[in-house]
């Protein structure tokens, strides 16, 4: 008797844990390695070339052809030199061939020159562009790290480096593909060989002065590129300027910190707000202290840097519309204002 009551309770333990038992999760992989991707460099070689005059040699992006006059036009760094019929300038192919060049357009504020090279159409590739990018995508950069100048480093015509897009700015990212002396003015690709933009600067930290953060290195966006092509294709010699004014971003605290008598209608929101007006000149006094930023040309203005994109690429003679919210001391209230800005010299 004792046997068969043991075995009804075996049988009703093994009944309760199978009612409870829960359905086994397979997981097939914890950590999947990121497959590698093979990058399409042809059309990004064949868009790039090596540029020298005198002791320099710097990196060239083709970015534009012109049938009717069989030109090529390239960007390249501004230190290349001045626009001038003594400013002639050899462009090497991947090929190592070279072809003579000159330069017809400077922008010294975004660090970029403008090369016309008459080549065979064969010569040389324009490679499409591509506006969108995101942090942390695959990239790659076609330069001439070293100076092919009395050197053994034609071979170098050309290198392609890889690295990740590692941060974006309102006309600029940062890349961990590394810059070499001679690579300003290469172009960075995604891996289909879509062009992002050109290498200008590596980066530097500001904690000890201009001490390079190795492998770091700052690109102009390819629609700030074309920005200053055509502006350099039409003008030549690009004048830029400033508007005369520093501002920061101001939020709550900030009036525990600083000497600035900073008002503000809602202390919940940041605001660009203009601390120092440096030079009347180029705003032509319409811009005063302590006037809080809305907009630029329609377009909301968040943070400081967002100013960039309207200052870097503007021309001596531009108009430049602001909303601007200003104290009225005798309302004891804001007034909205809108305020068309002239750049001048």
């Given at each position: ?21 829960t359905e086994v999760i397979k997981v097939d992989k914890i950590y999947v390695e990121k497959e590698s991707t093979e990058i399409d460099s ?210 709550k605290g900030l009036e525990n910190l600083t000497d600035y008598d900073v008002k503000v209608p809602d202390y919940d929101y940041t605001y ?55 104290y009225n001391d005798r309302t004891l209230s804001f007034d909205d204002l809108n305020v068309d800005v002239v750049l001048s010299k």
């Open positions: 008797m004792k046997r068969i009551f043991g075995l009804i309770l075996s049988a009703l333990l093994i009944f309760s844990l199978s009612s409870c038992k042809s059309n990004a070689i064949k868009s790039s070339c090596a540029i020298t005059r005198d002791s320099l040699t710097f990196s060239g992006t083709v970015i534009d052809y012109d049938s009717n006059d069989g030109a090529f036009y390239i960007i390249s760094y501004s230190e290349l030199g001045a626009i001038s019929s003594k400013n002639n300038v050899k462009v090497y192919s991947e090929t190592g061939d070279y072809y003579n060049g000159r330069i017809v357009g400077v922008d010294s504020k975004n660090s970029m020159s403008l090369v016309k090279v008459n080549a065979p159409k064969e010569s040389f590739s324009v490679v499409k562009a591509k506006n969108s990018i995101t942090p942390g995508e695959d990239v790659f950069t076609v330069s001439t790290p070293l100076s092919i100048i009395n050197s053994n480093y034609k071979s170098c015509i050309n290198s392609v480096t890889a690295g990740i897009i590692s941060g974006i700015g309102p006309c600029t990212f940062t890349t961990s593909a590394t810059m070499n002396p001679c690579s300003y003015g290469g172009g960075v690709y995604d891996y289909s060989g879509n062009f992002l933009g050109i290498l200008y600067d590596k980066d530097y930290s500001s904690v000890e002065g201009r001490l390079n953060n190795e492998g770091m290195t700052h690109a102009i966006l390819a629609e700030y590129v074309y920005k200053s092509y055509e502006d350099m294709k039409s003008l030549g010699d690009v004048k830029r300027t400033s508007l005369g004014i520093t501002v920061v971003q101001w939020h660009v707000a203009i601390t120092e007006v440096v030079d009347v000149g180029n705003s032509h006094g319409n811009l005063q202290r302590y006037d809080l930023i809305d907009y630029i040309n329609g377009v909301k203005v968040y943070a400081n840097t967002d100013i960039s994109v309207f200052i870097n690429y503007a021309k001596v003679g531009d108009t430049l519309n602001f909303k601007i919210k200003r």
